[in-house]
């Protein structure tokens, strides 16, 4: 195969942000730990710590991983009767899909510092994170349809305008929590500087679709057919290369008020910002055409139909491979509200959305979850209506141990231990903390 990538451009389109999705990925359990844990300023910039001092141990301060798709294994791989071989099905997962677009999301978060400082007012914490973004909004209409039904004129040809952004990225930064108003409101902010690792992404407003003719010939069209890849590379030597020069800003902003005694409303907006990639820029593209008529392309074959198909384009459309310019994508924004009851001091019940704004139209994550709040230790379940629409079931552990702070945090316990090819989604986190001041500043308040 001559530059596979190039199909790949033409066919998949690949970036992230846009239009509706299947799937998205929360954090609402972890939310839920509120104060006890320094980690719940990276999606609830308010802090107002029980102990005086917090340090993220490095790599073991903050490790999380989140998957979240609109299919699973067991709806795209079936079993040949008879046999114990699998093999693909893809019209099951195509009638598996929900509406026009099925959405693949991931994230990992590495913390590499995090401390935090207990003011008399609020709180002052310093951070470093390694952070990674996966989202891939696959079009019903193109490739899964593709491979479901064949390209034909009862199939009413394909249209393709998926979406793709993987980035990978440092955020360091500063966050700040002030208390008002004799302590009933707390606002919260957090200034990140990112350093860009590596990204691949789609242009926005990208398509490309194939119809079949009476006569089995194809008409053409495509329009801003451009994938982007840039970031860390591998140089002549084999070594790989890294840049500094991909740079970006951003922040996180977070309030909360209390309505009446013990009722609590809390809002954060997370990861409001942008990176500029400015350097090894490289452009995978087909030029723009509008209703080219080619020959079609026999599916049936046993050759190679990316080849043929490939051949087919290289005389009728310029695509390739190119120097790119500059270009900036936006950090995967999503926000939180929630409202919270505490009761006789230890009963603490939370009504929270969460929301990705990234991903447009897409259904809300709502929890309902409660925990028992005691002197050093907390721990609750929540019951989480995920995108797709079904029940998810959550945990939440922190709990103190000497100088030392262990928690544990889960949205869907009951997928993780469920079969893995039935898994949806799947969301784990955990940590450990060095604590000081503990009892000093939960006897003051």
Not at 201 to 218: L, R
Request: proline fraction near 2%; glycine fraction near 8%; charged fraction near 20%.
């Amino acid at each position: 195969m001559k530059n596979t990538i190039k199909l790949i451009a033409l066919m998949a389109n690949t970036v992230f942000t846009s239009h509706s999705v299947c799937a998205q990925n929360s954090q609402v359990s972890l939310f839920h730990l509120g104060d006890y844990v320094l980690q719940t300023t990276n999606i609830s910039p308010v802090y107002i710590p029980k102990n005086s001092f917090s340090l993220g141990l490095p790599g073991l301060g903050g490790v999380g991983a989140q998957l979240s798709n609109g299919f699973t294994a067991s709806d795209l791989l079936k079993e040949v009767p008879g046999t114990n071989r699998l093999e693909y099905d893809f019209l099951n997962t195509y009638n598996t899909i929900k509406g026009d677009y099925n959405t693949l999301s991931q994230t990992a978060n590495v913390t590499l510092l995090n401390l935090a400082f207990k003011r008399k007012k609020g709180s002052i914490s310093f951070f470093i994170n390694a952070r990674e973004n996966v989202n891939w909004q696959m079009s019903k209409k193109g490739l899964i349809h593709l491979m479901a039904n064949g390209l034909t004129q009862e199939s009413n040809g394909i249209f393709i305008d998926d979406q793709l952004n993987t980035t990978a990225y440092i955020e360091s930064g500063v966050g700040f929590t002030q208390q008002f108003f004799n302590n009933k409101l707390a606002v919260g902010i957090r200034i990140k500087s990112l350093i860009g690792l590596a990204n691949g992404s789609t242009q926005n407003n990208a398509f490309a679709s194939i119809q079949v003719n009476d006569d089995y010939t194809w008409t053409i069209n495509t329009r801003n057919a451009v994938a982007r890849v840039t970031g860390i590379q591998l140089a002549d030597n084999n070594e790989f290369e890294f840049t500094t020069d991909n740079t970006g800003l951003g922040f996180d902003i977070g309030a909360t008020y209390e309505i009446i005694p013990n009722l609590n409303l809390e809002v954060a907006v997370n990861d409001i910002g942008s990176i500029t990639w400015k350097k090894g820029v490289k452009e995978y593209y087909i030029e723009d055409t509008q209703n080219l008529i080619v020959d079609g392309v026999d599916l049936k074959t046993d050759d190679d139909i990316l080849d043929k198909l490939e051949d087919e384009l290289d005389e009728d459309l310029e695509m390739g491979e190119r120097e790119g310019k500059s270009y900036t994508t936006k950090l995967a924004t999503n926000s939180y509200a929630s409202l919270s009851y505490l009761l006789a001091s230890k009963h603490l019940f939370r009504a929270t959305m969460f929301n990705k704004h990234t991903i447009k139209n897409t259904e809300s994550v709502i929890a309902l979850g409660y925990n028992i709040a005691l002197d050093k230790t907390t721990y609750g379940i929540v019951g989480i209506k995920n995108a797709q629409g079904n029940l998810d079931f959550g945990f939440n552990l922190a709990t103190k141990l000497g100088p030392l702070q262990l928690y544990l945090v889960s949205d869907n316990v009951n997928q993780i231990f469920a079969k893995p090819e039935d898994a949806q989604n799947i969301n784990l986190q955990f940590g450990i903390n060095l604590v000081f001041g503990y009892n000093k500043w939960l006897n003051a308040n």
